[in-house]
């Protein structure tokens, strides 16, 4: 049994205040390896408290260590600090899920010409490519966990593409249906607090956004070249076309 943790950058909206990009980012972990990532990861929480005094039981969330919103505990660890903790993760990612896969799902929105249903396009790519490599490259089944989202539209869209998931040749030009039926179940949801791997995906998909979309005032601390740290478990197969798997369209 395969696992994909699934977090989410920006928003799916396409108003005036929405922003620009829509990324999905999923981590994949064989149950035979969850057990170890897991005691991997409670050590590396271990570490981050011993180091910057950060409760083991705060959420790590990657956009609010560089800008805090919520998280009050955060305000008493310097901005340097917590970048440092942002790079601390995405450094030790390869290391703690080692044999693991990162899909990635990035919309620039101004590419979808009279399109609005980001999240639902996003959402059919990441199903797809996690189902292609269920079949074929590990031979398995899975199952897919998600942040709090939009559940609804999502069972709806899996349990269609159960049964009816049309795919481009990119040799003829016509279609053939594939259906999605290596995924078991319906999305699961964990609440981000909860579940040190949704946190994970959260980082990733951060660390997405500041390399898509690099902020002059946080290149000088390298935060745009933190994604580089995870290249080893991107799924390189999930987009030929882009040097780093990244699903664009």
Known sequence: MQIIYIDESGDPGSGIYSSPHYILSGIIVSQDNWNYCLQKLKTFRKDLKNEFGLNQRTEIHASELIRINKIDEYRKISKKDRIHIFRKFCEEIPSIFKGSKIINISLRKSDFENYTEFHLVAWKRMIQRFDNYLKYTVNDKGIIIADDTNSKMIFHLLRKMRVHNPVKSHYTGSSRNLPANSILEDLFERASDESY?????????????????????????????FFEYLKPLLLYEASSSDTYGIVRK
Do not use: H, M, W
Request: aromatic share 10%; proline share 3%; charged share 35%.
């Open 197 to 225: 791997f949704i946190q994970t995906a959260d980082v990733i998909a951060q660390a997405l956004y500041r390399k898509e979309y690099p902020k002059g005032s946080l290149k000088k601390r390298r935060v745009n070249d």
